[in-house]
């Protein structure tokens, strides 16, 4: 939920930085999940007025302007702008300037004559909004020169964005937090007025009737307005509405949209004229009805869906959004104000099997307190005199089933602290829940708390007060202490975490752990095809071997990945997707000395996959482990392995692993008709250069432009020294590239390929144009040409 801060100002006293309320907020339990500020990017952007236009000799389409920004000597800038005119204040970006989309401003010559900056328009200084821009903005001409944009247009606002927990619909209101930063800061807070005097001398009742037949409808209120002027809504409360993310419409609409950011409670307004029984009936739908709601969508409801009906004719889903035929209209003169109370659970199902998620629907369904209803359409009421946008009718429709009562909860007080291993003192911890609202009253060592309504929704229990407590005390007050009866922390050293990293990593790439014994035959050097002068072939015997199948510490991983893909696919089993952890021995020369035990990753897998697939995978492992330096380098000489097919992987200098298609030879051996992809990784040296360090890295402001890219090459040439040809010549502009084909063929020379990648441009302070990207890619294009003789397709 956003939040401006000066809307919260209207409450409640905040001397301190957005930042600062942020950080105090965020230890008091109201989690912040962003700090917004208007207007941060613009800077050196002042206001001047133009005091002479004359046509620029060289240009038929730019003019001459001269500038007083409040200094001794005016400004010179050239525009091509049109609209303005002399003795006009508009925004003037400086040299060294930068405005929306973090663009930087520079002096330079257009057309032979000196410019020293530019005028600014309401898109350049990221205030445009939807409506299209045509021209300069062109400011009030009592507007002082001289002044930083961001002062005169109000640009410094900051706005929190809170994530709010199911648990807390009192916070989905700006009420709402005024009541969190109250007690945050030790300050009072004020509601907003809501008292009015009915203007009309017509009663709502007979206008209008109410039947509330299903209990999903805990309370149902009504007011009416007449005499509607329908216009546009102040200032001030369109600004408030566009802080806060809400488009303004017109004034009526505005007023419940307003109401219900303050308030926390959802509105809903009825243009009179097409309520034509005279009565609202709030019962289940019929069901297979389709209804066209406000955003002229047809939805088809359902029998369990609570509706807003006219008679036999539906105007509104209860809790979600109205209908396209009641809508206020700019010729509307009397309207209903719907203030309501639903069942939270039906409309999240009903939400949900709509597609539809409103502001409205967020808030009931997380059950908001039936009490709220009267004072949002009082407020709502107050608002309509106070613009002079109608006159409100006398009486109240208001049908209240089953009230809702202020609650009582009894917690000794030693308990509590006991609880939070503190030694609060009574005063303060009554204190504390005092500023929340939720009042004490002291029996003995029993404090007996009243719970208001509005929080009747999460506090039940004493643990809950010992929570309400603690948070307004300030957690960091409170001291670490050490479980009593354990005599040891347990956790996991970061050699497990990594592990379990790792195992979540493949298991969620798809793969099925597998185990196998660490003794193997001597033979299986020769079904690997492992050479003879092969430095693994020195193996640790077993003096007690089980048999002669497990005669040997293995030194290589691959025969059992291998002897496990194969019994797959002798039980028919149509792809496998395996991996093992486990260690290999390597004997250190000396019989009195133990093995040297290296950790390994095996990756096996068959059955519609190929070697991107296993590469895929590893690139996952190298992800998860936040290590980025590593490279792929093909790898010719493993007879294991297909050549051509296959890759050494390494990290910075280290030897890492190999990954790749297994030879024919070896399928034959293991006596397995499909292809097999294996992988080797030495978990040790990914043990060293993985950074447990996390730092966060905001997602882009700007987009992204993707450019495809073709090229015909040798046979011969490697993707990976074409990747680095177009990451260097791209530089930082360039975000990712993507190998997606590579394609040998009857359309293809012979001894060429042809290999596509997908190039992502981006740049985090600017959007990109056509131009710039075009220059980039066109430096590419000539950088491969020139080093592979590459050919675009």
């Known amino acids: 939920m956003k939040v401006p801060v000066n809307w919260l100002k209207d409450y409640v006293n905040v001397d301190i930085t957005g930042k600062e309320l942020a950080d105090k907020l965020t230890l008091s339990g109201s989690k912040v999940e962003e700090v917004i500020t208007t207007g941060d990017e613009i800077k050196n952007v002042v206001t001047g007025k133009i005091m002479k236009i004359e046509k620029h000799p060289n240009a038929d389409k730019l003019v001459i302007c001269q500038v007083n920004i409040g200094k001794d000597e005016l400004l010179q800038i050239i525009t091509a702008a049109t609209n303005m005119k002399e003795n006009d204040v508009v925004p003037v970006a400086l040299h060294g300037s930068v405005i929306h989309g973090g663009v930087k401003i520079k002096k330079g010559k257009l057309r032979g004559i000196m410019s020293n900056g530019m005028f600014c328009s309401e898109e350049e200084l990221g205030i445009a909004g939807d409506k299209p821009v045509y021209g300069l903005m062109i400011l009030p001409s009592d507007t002082p020169v001289g002044r930083d944009i961001k002062d005169i247009l109000n640009m410094t606002n900051t706005i929190l964005d809170f994530e709010i927990t199911s648990n807390r619909p009192d916070c989905l209101s700006i009420i709402g937090m005024a009541r969190e930063t109250a007690a945050t800061l030790n300050e009072n807070y004020k509601m907003p007025p809501c008292k009015y005097t009915a203007s009309s001398d017509k009663y709502i009742n007979d206008k209008l009737k109410v039947e509330v037949k299903d209990k999903l409808c805990r309370r149902y209120m009504a007011r009416g307005v007449e005499d509607v002027k329908i216009e546009d809504s102040p200032q001030w409360m369109q600004e408030r509405l566009l802080e806060a993310g809400v488009r303004p419409i017109n004034n009526m609409v505005d007023i419940t949209n307003f109401v219900m950011l303050e308030t926390g409670q959802p509105m809903h307004a009825y243009d009179m004229r097409y309520v034509r029984s005279n009565k609202i009936v709030v019962e289940r739908s019929k069901g297979k009805e389709e209804f066209i709601t406000l955003d002229n969508e047809k939805r088809l409801l359902d029998e369990n869906m609570l509706t807003i009906r006219d008679g036999d004719r539906t105007i509104g889903i209860a809790g979600i959004m109205g209908g396209l035929d009641s809508e206020v209209r700019s010729d509307t003169s009397s309207i209903v104000f719907e203030s309501a109370n ?266 519609k996959v190929n070697y991107f697939s296993l590469k895929g995978v590893v690139e996952n492992i190298l992800e998860a482990l936040n290590i980025e330096r590593f490279s792929f380098e093909r790898e010719s000489d493993n007879l294991t392995f297909h050549p051509g097919k296959t890759a050494s992987l390494y990290i910075k200098r280290d030897f890492a692993g190999i990954l790749g298609e297994i030879h024919p030879g070896v399928l034959d051996n293991y006596r397995i008709d499909e292809k097999c992809y294996v992988a080797e990784l030495n978990l040790d040296v990914l043990y060293k250069y993985a950074n447990r360090k996390k730092e966060y890295k905001p997602l882009p402001k700007f987009p992204a432009v993707t450019r495809d890219l073709a090229i015909l090459v040798d046979e011969d040439i490697l993707v990976k020294e074409i990747e680095d040809v177009i990451k260097k010549q791209g530089g930082s502009m360039i975000e990712s590239v993507k190998l997606f084909d590579v394609y040998k063929g009857k359309q293809v020379a012979k001894g060429k390929k042809s290999v596509a990648y997908s190039i992502s441009y981006r740049l985090e302070n600017k959007t990109l144009t056509d131009k710039e990207v075009n220059k980039v890619h066109d430096k590419v294009l000539k950088a491969l040409e020139h080093k592979f003789g590459a050919q675009l397709r």
Do not use: H
């Not at 040891?488 to 979540?504: F, W």
């Open 342 to 607: 639903f069942n939270g659970t039906n409309v999240r199902v009903s939400s949900q099997n709509l597609g539809i998620r409103t502001e409205a629907s967020s808030r009931f369904e997380k059950d908001l307190d039936p009490n709220l209803a009267e004072m949002a359409v009082d407020r709502a009421c107050y608002l309509v005199e106070k613009l002079n946008a109608g006159k409100v009718m006398k009486g109240t429709i208001d049908i209240y089933g089953e009230k809702i009562e202020p609650g009582i909860l009894k917690v000794n007080y030693n308990w509590i602290n006991s609880f939070l291993g503190t030694e609060i003192p009574e005063d303060e911890m009554a204190n504390c829940l005092n500023k929340l609202e939720l009042n004490t009253q002291a029996e003995g060592e029993i404090l007996k708390i009243y719970i208001p309504t509005f929080r009747r929704r999460d506090i039940k229990i004493k643990e809950d007060i010992a929570e309400e407590v603690a948070r307004m005390y300030g957690y960091d007050a409170i001291p670490s202490t050490v479980i009593k009866s354990v005599s040891t922390r347990g956790g996991k050293n970061p050699k497990q975490k990594l592990d379990d990293k790792i195992l979540s990593t493949l298991t969620s790439s798809g793969l099925n752990q597998s185990i196998s014994y660490s003794f193997i035959s001597r033979k299986a050097f020769d079904e690997i095809l492992l050479p003879e002068d092969s430095i693994l072939r020195n193996a640790v015997a077993i003096k007690n071997p089980l048999g002669e199948d497990y005669s040997i510490m293995r030194t290589t991983t691959i025969p059992s990945m291998m002897e496990s893909l194969s019994r797959n696919y002798s039980r028919k089993n149509e792809l496998a997707r395996l991996f093992e952890i486990g260690k290999v021995y390597i004997p250190e020369g000396d019989i009195n000395k133990l093995p040297q035990e290296k950790n390994i990753i095996t990756i096996g897998m068959y059955g």
